[in-house]
Antibody, heavy 119, light 111 residues
């Protein structure tokens, strides 16, 4: 079955960087994207960017450009999301999610990774 | 890019039908048939319930249906059940300074 398994919770200080991983398994599509979506405590969902797993080309919204980096390792089917210059406002659960091809919806999600930013 | 607008809460009795609205603009909902809906239970990851406005993924109950008119999309849950109690988020592909925008979220309560 399709699984997206994320790395564990992180606690970071303001100004630091964090990296969250997402390992995909259970499917053989060659054309898919992995997206990153975050959810602050008690808040809604926010799209942070994505990567085309086939060619490794990332896409970022203007809000996060320059602060977020998404990369993939084809040998391990793992996608990494790095967020720099952390502030307490970045405290959130970070999810990875799969988009098959260019279908424009997210059919499977990781379990989420809590990132806490606190001094 | 502002979030799509949803009612904060909707409630209904078991067996009833409820509808959740999701209002955007011509740059997102009104411009594309790429509206999706996600169900999220507390402490869990979102789950895809509807995609491309009105399509259900395999395994999702046919009690869930979606539609769109102009800049507003809707999710209807018929035959409301206790297990439907959750938060629901709409999403749309969009153009502008982001590629995807989510709704503000609606808490569904089963009375």
């Amino acid at each position: 079955q399709v699984q997206l398994v994320q790395s564990g919770a992180e606690v970071k200080k303001p100004g630091a960087s964090v990296q969250v991983s997402c390992r995909a398994s259970g499917y053989t599509f060659t054309s898919y994207h992995i997206h990153w979506v975050r959810q602050a405590p008690g808040q809604g969902l926010e799209w942070m960017g994505a990567i085309n797993f086939s060619d490794g080309i990332p896409t970022y919204p203007q809000k996060f450009r320059g602060r977020v980096t998404v990369a993939r390792d084809t040998s391990t089917n793992t996608v990494y999301m790095a967020l720099s210059s952390l502030s307490p406002e970045d405290t959130a659960v970070y999810y990875c999610a799969r988009e098959v091809g260019f279908l424009k919806h997210f059919d499977y999600w990781g379990q989420g990774t809590l990132v806490t930013v606190s001094s | 890019q502002s979030a799509l607008t949803q009612p904060a809460s909707v409630s209904g009795s078991p067996g009833q039908s409820i509808t959740i609205s999701c209002t955007g603009t011509s740059s997102d909902i009104g411009g594309y048939n790429y509206v999706s809906w996600y169900q999220q239970h507390p402490g869990k990851a979102p789950k895809l319930m509807i995609y491309d406005v009105s399509n259900r993924p395999s395994g999702v109950s046919n009690r869930f249906s979606g539609s769109k008119s102009g800049n507003t999309a809707s999710l209807t849950i018929s035959g409301l059940q206790a297990e439907d109690e959750a938060d629901y988020y709409c999403s749309s592909f969009t153009t502008g300074n982001t590629a995807y925008v989510f709704g503000t979220g609606t808490k569904v309560s089963v009375l």
